[in-house]
């Protein structure tokens, strides 16, 4: 009896084939699968980077005040004999005291005006002369002792600003005795301390 056109042989072979088709298509899937598994997988995007946020402002450093300029106003009396516009002993000492112990104290020098004054005996003229003189008397003196010189202003006032009124008196020893404040020097020191 014949059975439909194929024989048991070729049935054999078909199934051989069909089964190596299906091994074949097995071991291609694997191996895909086998490939795709050593593939990295892509990697995501990186996120952008984080919005830097302004640092916040230091705190503020407290800064030591600025040393603000001194102005040392020194009147130095009775540093004249009348009529005259040389330093007495007394008056370098006082000067020394009163001006040049204020000058150690000053860091940065910035002026020294030096104001000479007279009293009100005599003329105008003569008085403003033996004002200035004082004046530079003390700004030589000052200098001597290591100010800058080039930072010394000299200015005479004459007799145009008296600190003491004595009556005239007949006694003419007693007024110069009373006027002697007036005889004076008025030194001002601006700079800043140490």
């Known amino acids: ?6 024989g048991k042989d070729k049935k054999r072979r078909i199934s051989t084939n069909v ?3 299906f091994f074949v298509a097995a071991l291609g899937s694997a191996a895909l699968l086998a490939a795709c598994a050593t593939q990295e997988a892509p990697k995501p995007e990186p996120a952008p980077p984080p919005r830097a ?9 407290a800064k030591p005040e600025p040393k603000k300029p001194a102005i040392v106003n020194l009147a130095s009396t009775e540093l004249f004999e009348f009529n005259k516009a040389t330093l007495t002993t007394e008056a ?8 040049i112990a204020k000058l150690k104290d000053i860091g940065s020098l910035r002026y020294i005006i030096v104001n000479g004054h007279a009293d009100r005996l005599g003329s105008a003229q003569y008085n ?34 008296q600190i003491k009124s004595c009556p005239d008196q007949k006694d ?11 005889r004076r020097v008025v030194v001002e020191i601006q700079g800043t301390p140490k």
């Open 1 to 6: 009896m014949l059975k439909s056109g194929i």
């Open 19 to 21: 089964k190596n088709a």
């Open 53 to 61: 946020e302004p640092a916040p402002a230091p705190a503020p450093v």
């Open 92 to 99: 370098r000492a006082k000067l020394d005291s009163e001006v």
């Open 128 to 161: 403003q002369k033996l004002s200035e003189k004082r004046a530079e008397a003390v700004r030589a003196y000052i200098a001597s002792k290591g100010a800058d010189s080039s930072k010394i202003e000299t200015l005479g006032f004459g007799k145009t600003l």
């Open 172 to 182: 003419r020893k007693a007024l110069i005795e009373c006027l002697s404040p007036n």
